[in-house]
Structure formats: structure tokens, C-alpha cells
């Protein structure tokens, strides 16, 4: 949503879909990110597979900002911690992305994943835009690393 709280997904690996609620302590906010720097979160999801999940968590501004093709990319830290049913913490999830406000978007980073199973990282920092006329916007083979399930994606005009 505008704020951009996480009001749905679906996970292809687990073939499971997750919605937001039923609460919602404290809302996720882009605004109050921007504006003051900083943000806290906590709420919960409902996956029609895992039952209900609790997030808390926060993201802040670092400074660490970027540019790509003339597009400033401002630096953000983050931290959010996922709880199950039970309570018990479920996993973990730290490390830096990046807003551009004036589309009001997140865009990944590098993340350490942690959990009983160990610790995964990833990072899919962007690397480059491709805008209307350029070389490979709307290109159906990625450029990049990218999953073939969001190259596939159909696109109409």
C-alpha cells in the first residue's frame, strides 16, 4: 500500500499465499521512514500454510546512499525478527536496502538470513535501471540474475 506494509504475497516455493493481519500493533510506515528516519513495525501475517506469523522489527536510514543511471537510491538498515504461532522466534532477517522516495519503493540489498537451519545471506542490490527506450526495458530475457518465474511474467500494452 502507500505506506508500503505488506498487504499480500505468494511464496512460489511453498505454493502458499500470506495476507496481512488480523493485528496490527504497529503499522509499517514509509512516511514516518523518510520524514524522521527511522521506523518500527510490528504486525502480523496470515499464510493459508503456516498459520499466523508475527514480525517486529525496524528499518533507519544510514546514509549510504547510491545512484544509478541518475536515480539516487538512499541507504537503509533493517532488522525484523519473525515469531510463529507458539511465539517462538521463527527466524530472522538483517541487513541494508535501499528507498527511492519519490516512487515510494524499497528495492533489495544484502540480507543475512538466520534460523535453526543456519545463516543464508543474499544480496540483489540492483545494478542498473532499464527506463521506456532503453536497451532491455520490458526485455523478456533478464539482463541479470533474475528468476525465471518474474521473467516470464506477461506483460500487456
Do not use: H
Not at 40 to 65: A, Q
Not at 79 to 86: I, Q, R
Amino acid at each position: 500500500d502507500f505506506e508500503t506494509q505488506w498487504i499480500e504475497s505468494f511464496n512460489l516455493g511453498t505454493s502458499s499465499r500470506n495476507t496481512l493481519g488480523p493485528t496490527v500493533t504497529d503499522p509499517a510506515s514509509f512516511t514516518e521512514l523518510v520524514e524522521e528516519g527511522a521506523d518500527t513495525f510490528d504486525f502480523e501475517t496470515t499464510s493459508d500454510r503456516f498459520g499466523t506469523t508475527r514480525f517486529v522489527g525496524s528499518d533507519y536510514l544510514t546514509g549510504n546512499d547510491i545512484v544509478i543511471d541518475g536515480v539516487t537510491l538512499l541507504g537503509t538498515a533493517f532488522e525484523v525478527t519473525a515469531f510463529a504461532p507458539d511465539g517462538t522466534e521463527d527466524f530472522r532477517v538483517e541487513g541494508q536496502e535501499f528507498i527511492v522516495p519519490e516512487w515510494r519503493t524499497f528495492m533489495s540489498g544484502i540480507r543475512t538470513i538466520s534460523s535453526e537451519n543456519g545463516e543464508t545471506e543474499r544480496n540483489n542490490t540492483p545494478v542498473d535501471f532499464a527506463f521506456p527506450g532503453e536497451a532491455g526495458f520490458l526485455a523478456v530475457n533478464p539482463i541479470y540474475d533474475c528468476s525465471v518465474v518474474l521473467s516470464s511474467l506477461e506483460v500487456t500494452q
